[in-house]
């Protein structure tokens, strides 16, 4: 079944301690990218890549980092949580190949983080 | 920039009903992507419908239909008598086109409408 699968998916730690939500896509999907969502703010764009070795900042960026190494895996780290980052996170891929698929981003299911 | 608005906040409504969310855009790209997607209760976000600015024929599905309207820059989604498994959160979304300048499509949101949907 083509997916894109987050673990964990629900996830309370404590504020500094370094943690890693990991993403996986079966789809060979280029382009990879993580949002939150928040009350009142709604979904946000955190980080993206366009394929492997190439990522950038979305637009909230800060407290986050991500690594592209293999096509298939984009996974976000939080070297330092703060309870700011009290969140629900999804991951989401796409191909910008033509298609009736084509450029639809696909959501995982979603990572609840609680931060204390 | 672009931005989407969805004015209704939330709408409920009785099972059987129809209902309307809207879903107004701005873009300064001539051609693009536009998406629904719903969220039910258990949080996962459902791709519904993807139209491209090009084509403004509208599409039914089922008990769903959109209204795509470049000239009001709008995209709405009629859900025909509406049921109890419908309510959920429904986001609407804009996509930049390949090739349209830049390196991120990504899918700007709305903030949502919640459709709660009565027996």
């Known amino acids: 079944e083509a997916q894109v699968t987050q673990n964990p998916r629900y996830l309370i730690t404590v504020t500094g301690k370094k943690l890693t939500v990991t993403c996986s896509q079966n789809?060979?999907?280029?382009?990879m990218s993580w949002y939150r969502q928040d009350p009142g703010l709604g979904l946000r764009q955190i980080y993206y890549s366009m394929n492997v070795e190439a990522t950038d900042k979305g637009d909230v960026p800060e407290g986050y980092k991500v690594s592209r190494k293999e096509k298939r895996n984009f996974p976000l780290i939080l070297e330092s949580p703060s309870p700011n980052q009290t969140s629900l996170y999804f991951c989401?891929?796409?191909?910008?190949?033509?298609?009736?698929?084509?450029?639809?981003?696909?959501f995982g299911a979603g990572s609840r983080l609680t931060v204390l | 920039a672009q931005k989407v608005t969805q004015a209704q906040t939330e709408i409920s409504v009785v099972e059987k009903e129809d209902v309307t969310l809207d879903c107004v855009y701005e873009t300064r790209d001539t051609t693009y992507y536009l998406f629904w997607y719903k969220q039910p209760p258990s949080g996962e976000l459902v791709f519904l419908i993807r139209r491209n600015s090009f084509d403004e024929q509208n599409e039914i599905s089922g008990r769903y239909s959109w209204n795509f309207q470049k000239s009001t820059s709008s995209f709405n989604f009629t859900i025909t008598a509406s049921q109890v498994v419908d309510s959920a959160v429904y986001f609407c979304?804009?996509?930049?086109?390949?090739?349209?300048?830049?390196?991120?499509?990504?899918?700007?949101f709305g903030k949502g409408t919640l459709l709660t949907v009565n027996p």
């Open positions: 789809m060979n999907h280029e382009y």
């Open positions: 979304a804009l996509r930049r086109y390949p090739g349209s300048g830049g390196s991120n499509y990504k899918l700007t």
């Open positions: 989401a891929s796409s191909s910008p190949l033509k298609g009736s698929g084509a450029n639809v981003l696909t």
